[in-house]
């Protein structure tokens, strides 16, 4: 049994979640935030940022609320076509 990355209800291929994963963390690092600042800022937990920031997660719905708090956009975090 493998367990894959998931963008919404779809699995990604696990290249494509650690390149998800490198953007948010280059934006993040990019305007001096620190996992907790992000996640205060944009309404999540320092767990679901870690969670991201680690490629195991990369829901649609928080990725937005990412890009929203570090006023980039969405496109900028994604690579390529999902």
Partial sequence: M???PTLGEEQVPISLAI???ARVRAAREA???SIEDLAV???LTSI???????GGESDPGK???????????????LPGEV
């Fill in 2 to 4: 493998s367990i894959s």
């Fill in 19 to 21: 390149d998800i994963a």
């Fill in 31 to 33: 305007v001096g935030y």
């Fill in 41 to 43: 800022t944009c309404g």
């Fill in 48 to 54: 679901e940022i870690s969670n991201i920031e680690s």
């Fill in 63 to 77: 990725l937005k609320r990412v890009a929203t708090a570090l006023q980039v956009p969405i496109s900028h975090l």
